[in-house]
């Protein structure tokens, strides 16, 4: 399946709406309990960690040592933080002006 289609299913649109109803966060705390696994949550961190360490121009390789990342997730958050949809550029940029 591809990205594109992916968001034409009406449940992954129902998921995307429900992302959008969170307004704290204890909410967002909650919701992620309820959705994902302690692993996946702490997975999702570490790639948002991942993300931010390399926009600040870290090498690959330190990253990985800081995060314990593996290479390959360190390259696919790099493929995806220099890619064309700017997700993990939004979020960095938004905890940027907050800070």
């Not at 390789?61 to 958050?77: D, I, Y």
């Not at 997700?87 to 940027?96: E, S």
Request: hydrophobic residues 40%.
């Amino acid at each position: 399946m591809n990205i594109e289609t992916m968001f034409e299913r009406t449940d992954v649109e129902q998921l995307v709406e429900a992302f959008l109803t969170i307004s704290s966060k204890e909410e967002a705390q909650a919701f992620l309990t309820d959705l994902c696994t302690p692993r996946e949550i702490c997975d999702f961190a570490q790639r948002l960690e991942v993300a931010r360490l390399l926009d600040e121009g870290e090498p690959y390789v330190e990253v990985q040592a800081r995060t314990g990342a593996s290479s390959t997730t360190v390259s696919r958050v790099s493929k995806a933080l220099n890619g064309e949809w700017g997700g993990y550029r939004k979020v960095l940029i938004d905890f940027a002006e907050r800070a």
